[in-house]
């Protein structure tokens, strides 16, 4: 689909928008690990490890290597598989942690430390000073490894913005490779997120990544305006598991970019690969998928009032603005209930190959309508009703 043809693209006139050049760092075998009902064992990860491959994500982020030995063994298991997604390992800023992260294997080292008064106080106790010191060395080091470097602040949106914007700073002038800022409580909303971006973006000249929770219910518009304002990264989970209510979720992400760059996103996601990869996530942490879950949500495109119905039939993107087989999915109308009306009845007829005028549909649809008054329907009964009024005919 052209610009022109599709509103929703990216403002041509917003020359720092990459909505059309975005990359996605998969944090599912690390945030997602941090997921309360999370419990993955060696093969899990490799099986999560290889479906994010297939899906096409740019980056794998891991467990940090110094969480337990397993983490450790486990990132380095899924660093010899030769996936072609890059894979990250994410520590905290330590040189006891870098050193054991540069040797498992990763491509590249995520290194995190936060920089809000609560964190400086309550988590670390370190001052600016000494985290722009320790940032300097780790980066070094990492990179003297010829491995890619990542450095980011905890909790950016209730950090100083002069402390910030000095810590990057200093950091891209050593050559990190990228900077990232984290809505690590999820308090930011999207206009927040926009200046945040903006600013940083003219301070560095490295690529910007953006970590949005999702406690106010704002990760993906956030993720959406982080890219508009400049950002190339967003760090995803299947399903949006993570700590607490979790992340920005890959799928719903997914939905939310094909919508405004379809091509690119069709280009280079395997979008359906979706749903398996979703169901994989879902049983290993033992919860189902969420019924409005963007894309694969039983209903997410399931038409039932009649006057949606009618023109669905005749046209999908009346009431569709993504197309379920760019997924693999198909969409179905909903005839067994009181809201239907005889264009998705006579389209059931057609369906079951009976031949029916249209004014004999519509007398169907009034008894379909007269038993839906009394109860919910199955799709079963409706047929029934409707073989028995054709055979009566
Ligand atoms: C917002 C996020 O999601 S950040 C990523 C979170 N990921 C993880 O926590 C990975 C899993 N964590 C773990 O396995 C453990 O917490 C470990 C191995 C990292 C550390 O374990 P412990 O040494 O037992 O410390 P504990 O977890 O109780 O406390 C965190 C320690 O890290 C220090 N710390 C916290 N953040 C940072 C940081 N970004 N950079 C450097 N040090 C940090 C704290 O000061 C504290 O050390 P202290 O108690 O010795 O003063
Ligand atoms: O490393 C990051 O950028 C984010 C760390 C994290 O999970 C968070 O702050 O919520
Ligand atoms: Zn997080």
Not at 128 to 152: C, P, Q
Not at 154 to 163: K, L, N, Q, Y
Not at 226 to 232: F, I, K, S, V
Not at 364 to 389: A, C, E, H, Y
């Amino acid at each position: 689909m052209s610009v022109a043809s599709n509103p929703y693209a990216p403002n041509v006139a917003d020359l720092v928008s990459n909505v059309r050049n975005f990359q996605i760092i998969e944090s599912t075998l690390r945030e997602g690990e941090q997921f309360a009902n999370a419990f993955f064992d060696t093969e899990k990860k490799i099986e999560i490890a290889k479906a994010l491959d297939e899906f096409g994500a740019d980056y794998i982020e891991l467990t940090s290597p110094v969480a337990s030995e397993q983490s450790r063994k486990d990132c380095e298991a899924i660093c010899k598989l030769g996936l072609k997604s890059k894979i990250l390992t994410h520590i905290r800023c330590h040189m006891d942690d870098a050193k054991v992260a540069v040797e498992t294997g990763v491509d590249g080292v995520d290194v995190v430390i936060g920089t809000s008064k609560f964190l400086r106080q309550y988590s670390h106790g370190k001052d600016m000073n000494y985290i722009a010191k320790t940032a300097v060395d780790v980066i070094e080091f990492v990179k003297s490894k010829g491995l890619e470097i990542r450095f980011s602040s905890e909790d950016s949106f209730r950090s100083d913005i002069v402390d910030l914007l000095n810590i990057y700073k200093t950091v891209d002038q050593i050559g990190v490779n990228r900077v990232g800022i984290a809505d690590t409580v999820g308090c930011a909303n999207p206009r927040q997120v926009y200046e945040l971006v903006r600013s940083l973006k003219n301070v560095v000249n490295c690529d910007i990544e953006c970590h949005f929770h999702d406690d106010t219910g704002c990760a993906i518009g956030n993720a959406y305006t982080a890219l508009e304002a400049g950002a190339r990264l967003i760090d995803t989970c299947v399903l949006g598991i993570g700590e607490r209510n979790g992340i920005v979720p890959l799928g719903g992400f997914m939905a939310r970019m094909i919508v405004s760059a379809p091509d690119y996103v069709k280009s280079k996601y395997n979008l359906k690969k979706l749903r398996d990869l979703e169901t994989l996530v879902a049983e290993a942490v033992e919860v189902n998928l969420p019924f409005n879950n963007p894309i694969t949500g039983f209903c997410a495109f399931t038409h039932k009032a009649g006057i949606h119905a009618k023109a669905i039939l005749a046209n999908p993107s009346t009431y569709e603005i993504l197309n379920p087989e760019d997924f693999g999915i198909t969409r179905y109308i909903h005839f067994a209930n009181r809201l239907t009306g005889w264009n998705a009845v006579k389209s059931r007829c057609e369906q079951l190959n009976l031949h029916l005028t249209d004014d004999q549909i519509k007398e169907l649809t009034r008894k379909i309508k007269q038993m839906g008054d009394i109860r919910p329907l199955g799709i079963d009964d409706v047929d029934s009703v409707i073989k028995q009024f054709h055979a009566e005919l």
